[in-house]
């Protein structure tokens, strides 16, 4: 039996008043004709993954360079991560999950190779042309660097993928378009005059569950890598109120299980225990607020998908313990200062030369301000990999840094 096209399912099932509804998008910055077989939200869920920015994410580092070893979390795997769990969320509030995929699935785009310190040498040598922010570097991959299509530069998303991409966190500016938390990066602005992002307003309900779907991920898993690299242990988590509680259920339960094992069922406690503690207390929230659609979301004045305050003072403290103990750790910070050494000998090599990057980068540079030059070699190295960035500076140096 045939089936005709218009009778095919698009995942539907009934959406809460205040979900974002595809049906009824605010569309593309260029036109293009619907698909009769997807969703703007799938469509762009799909031009994600097939994009060159999320393959390269499998060789950028997450916490330990990706070379350190197999079985460590890189920006791919992150990633995907964050996106099952934005999406489960998304489905507990009947929200559009394919748009919280989405959103979940290009958070990370613009982050440099090595990490924040790849940022961090970035926003460095950029700072008199506008420094470098990676969320605004994702923006610019999603709308002009790739290259991809034969009508329009970028991946030509929805309004509210983008509106998710950039205000995950929350808005930008008050109502007077000042910056809530200092200057917003021009490239975020000057994409919002094109094509309002309401930049002063809170993101969709899909949004918020991408972005704390991030911190449940990355406060879980790095933790596991900290435990692989040996720079944590099991008795050191006995001092962090959240996983102390998790331990001690898993110890008297399995009292004999070897200590890898007791590992894997605090990450998988952890992460249930957190969804748990979002969906009971953004059920609240909504209860309470009561948004009739995804505009009264975005006019709300407050985030509705968030940690109750018990376990939200929790996660601070465990994101302490990790800062001091994981990210600042002697060894990871050793790496760290050979890799933002690669960032910075890179940027100057094809600042004083532009002619050392390939083609496609370095034509007209020559010729060109020192800011357009500027932010051109930013985008190419925050494109980079770990990998790459390191053949790279092994190519133009005599010297490159052992990260292992």
């Known amino acids: 039996m045939t089936?005709?096209?218009?009778?095919?399912?698009?995942?539907?099932?009934?959406?809460?008043?205040?979900?974002?509804?595809?049906?009824?998008?605010?569309?593309?910055?260029?036109?293009?004709?619907?698909?009769?077989?997807?969703?703007?939200?799938?469509?762009?869920?799909?031009?994600?993954?097939?994009?060159?920015?999320?393959?390269?994410?499998?060789?950028?580092?997450?916490?330990?360079?990706?070379?350190?070893?197999?079985?460590?979390r890189t920006r791919l795997t992150h990633t995907i991560e964050v996106a099952q769990i934005a999406r489960a969320l998304a489905r507990a509030f009947?929200?559009?999950?394919?748009?919280?995929?989405?959103?979940?699935?290009?958070?990370?785009?613009?982050?440099?190779?090595?990490?924040?310190?790849?940022?961090?040498?970035l926003n460095l040598k950029m700072a008199t042309w506008g420094g470098f922010d990676h969320n605004a570097q994702s923006l610019r991959i999603v709308t002009r660097l790739e290259r991809r299509y034969a009508e329009f530069d970028g991946?030509?998303?929805?309004?509210?993928?983008?509106?998710?991409?950039?205000?995950?966190?929350?808005p930008l500016t008050d109502s007077s378009s000042k910056g809530l938390k200092g200057p917003v990066p021009q490239a975020i602005r000057d994409f919002s005059a094109l094509f309002d992002l309401w930049l002063d307003k809170y993101a969709s309900l899909e949004a918020q569950c991408a972005a704390i779907a991030d911190d449940i991920a990355y406060n879980t898993h790095d933790i596991d890598d900290?435990?692989?690299?040996?720079?944590?242990?099991?008795?050191?988590l006995e001092s962090v109120s959240l996983p102390v509680g998790i331990l001690k259920s898993v110890r008297e339960r399995y009292p004999h299980l070897d200590p890898v094992r007791?590992?894997?069922?605090?990450?998988?406690?952890?992460?249930?225990?957190?969804?748990?503690?979002v969906i009971t207390t953004t059920t609240a929230r909504l209860a309470r607020l009561q948004p009739e659609s995804?505009?009264?979301?975005?006019?709300?004045?407050?985030?509705?998908?968030?940690?109750?305050?018990?376990?939200?003072?929790?996660?601070?403290?465990?994101?302490?313990?990790?800062?001091?103990?994981?990210?600042?750790?002697?060894?990871v910070m050793?790496?760290?200062?050979?890799?933002?050494?690669?960032?910075?000998?890179?940027?100057?090599?094809?600042?004083?030369?532009?002619?050392?990057?390939?083609?496609?980068?370095?034509?007209?540079?020559?010729?060109?301000?020192d800011r357009i030059k500027a932010r051109d070699v930013a985008d190419f190295l925050a494109g980079m990999t770990d990998t790459y960035a390191l053949k790279e500076h092994r190519r133009l140096f005599d010297h490159t840094p052992d990260l292992s």
């Open 3 to 72: 089936t005709e096209l218009g009778d095919i399912g698009f995942g539907y099932r009934p959406r809460a008043p205040y979900a974002c509804d595809p049906a009824q998008t605010r569309g593309r910055l260029q036109p293009e004709p619907e698909s009769p077989t997807r969703t703007p939200f799938q469509r762009d869920r799909d031009r994600i993954i097939h994009s060159t920015a999320f393959r390269r994410l499998k060789h950028k580092t997450q916490v330990f360079i990706a070379h350190e070893g197999d079985h460590y």
């Open 334 to 369: 050793r790496v760290r200062a050979d890799a933002e050494r690669v960032v910075l000998d890179l940027f100057d090599a094809y600042f004083a030369e532009p002619r050392r990057m390939p083609e496609g980068w370095r034509e007209g540079l020559d010729r060109a301000g």
């Open 294 to 331: 995804a505009d009264d979301v975005r006019n709300a004045g407050e985030t509705m998908v968030t940690f109750s305050k018990a376990l939200g003072e929790q996660e601070k403290e465990l994101k302490a313990f990790l800062y001091k103990h994981l990210y600042r750790a002697p060894d």
């Open 226 to 236: 900290g435990l692989r690299a040996g720079l944590l242990s099991l008795d050191m």
């Open 262 to 277: 007791v590992g894997h069922e605090l990450m998988r406690r952890q992460i249930t225990v957190m969804v748990e503690d």
């Open 155 to 170: 991946l030509n998303l929805s309004w509210e993928t983008l509106e998710g991409l950039v205000k995950h966190n929350g």
């Open 94 to 121: 009947r929200c559009d999950e394919d748009l919280a995929e989405a959103i979940a699935l290009v958070h990370d785009f613009g982050h440099t190779p090595f990490g924040h310190t790849g940022e961090d040498a």
